[in-house]
């Protein structure tokens, strides 16, 4: 459950020059309620500008929604543990309502995700034992209906999917996350095999529905993707020898204000973009705890402007690697309703996007829209 602090509403607002809908730095005024031009638009000829949504933010954020964004990730709604809550049911309402919103809008929604070691239903393991041959086939013929279910349904607005997410290990010295990281599908297949088969299944599906309809679509998923650079890719060159070509990398951008530098972005984007891989920005926020244990600070104007200075620098990355980069999408809309709030420190505000909360902009929203 998401918390939402009234403190917020008792901030400093930063002052700011936005009566052209740009970040001035040094100039101060108040900012306007309505920011004037899209994101969306403004980047038009770069990439997509998504955000992660849930039903919440129809009810709550529609008008900053509608203006800066045209492209949508359900943010939870299609998970296996939300939408397929037992194995005779499936609960489609809120991925459904997301999804009609992208159709009536011609917007275009990124499928996430097909298989995740967490928000995973405890029947999708149910019977199903470490090593034994039968059962491992039952797990598989499980995970082959789930995504044959959810990519039937959305594959006419999903343009991309989120595979698999989160596989690579954090630890040195091995590739793979195992069952020391919770990892039950490592833990119960024995290897990474699950990986290939969670591609072929998403790929059978798509190409079910229309041959050379998987093209593009195939993506792997993951934080900290700069420190794993070289193991995803090896795990790349291990599906592409299994004959499955994976088409992009996301990169999910949960960053802070330091970390990582641009040149380590850069760095791991020529990587990807040098053995032919798209990239996308899948789940931007900027947290403004460089320290994950830190106690809670006001969010001040210097902390705003700095702030906006880091989103400036990441979006100047990404319109370097246009070439590359197919989407940018951030982690919601507004501050007062973002995952950050509880995690890693339950109760602690966090400022991590565009708006404080629907009507308020935030330096960040116009430093990005500079150049």
């Known amino acids: 459950m998401q918390r939402f602090s009234l403190a917020r509403s008792r901030m400093w607002w930063l002052p700011l020059a936005l009566a052209s809908g740009l970040w001035l730095a040094g100039c101060h005024s108040a900012p306007e309620s309505t920011p004037r031009g899209s994101v969306a638009e403004k980047y038009a000829d770069y990439f997509s500008i998504g955000a992660a949504v849930s039903a919440w933010h129809f009810d709550h954020t529609p008008d900053a929604l509608a203006r800066d964004f045209n492209r949508l990730t359900c943010e939870n709604a299609m998970k296996a543990q939300n939408i397929h809550p037992t194995e005779a049911t499936y609960d489609w309402t809120e991925a459904d309502r997301i999804a009609d919103y992208a159709r009536e809008r011609g917007l275009k929604l990124t499928g996430h995700t097909l298989l995740w070691h967490r928000q995973a239903p405890d029947w999708l393991f149910a019977g199903v034992t470490a090593g034994d041959s039968e059962s491992l086939e ?26 698999v997410n989160e596989a690579i290990s954090n630890a040195s010295g091995k590739v793979y996350r195992d069952r020391s990281e919770q ?23 798509l190409e079910a529905i229309e041959p050379g309809s998987s093209l593009g679509k195939l993506y792997y998923n993951d934080y900290s993707v700069t420190a794993k650079v070289d193991k995803i890719l090896t795990m790349f060159d291990w599906l592409e020898s299994r004959g499955i070509r994976v088409d992009g990398i996301g990169f999910q951008s949960h960053e802070n204000m330091t970390w990582p530098s641009a040149n380590d972005l850069q760095g791991a984007f020529d990587k990807f973009a040098s053995a032919g891989y798209k990239i996308k920005i899948s789940e931007l926020d900027v947290t403004v705890y460089s320290d994950s244990a830190a106690p809670e600070v006001p969010y001040t104007p210097a902390l705003e402007t700095a702030q906006a200075e880091r989103f400036a620098t990441l979006f100047s990355v990404y319109r370097k690697n246009k070439a590359s980069i197919t989407s940018v999408t951030f982690w919601g809309v507004s501050d007062d309703h973002s995952w950050l709030n509880n995690q890693p420190v339950v109760g602690r505000d966090d400022y991590p996007l565009l708006y404080k909360d629907a009507n308020t902009p935030k330096a960040a929203r116009a430093a990005i829209m500079d150049f």
């Open 138 to 163: 039952l797990l598989k013929s499980r995970l082959k209906s789930q995504i044959e279910a959810v990519i039937n349904r959305y594959a006419d607005v999903v343009d991309n999917w989120d595979v």
């Open 183 to 205: 990892s039950q599908w490592y833990e119960l297949f024995g290897s990474e095999e699950y990986i290939y088969w969670a591609f072929q299944y998403a790929r059978d599906a």
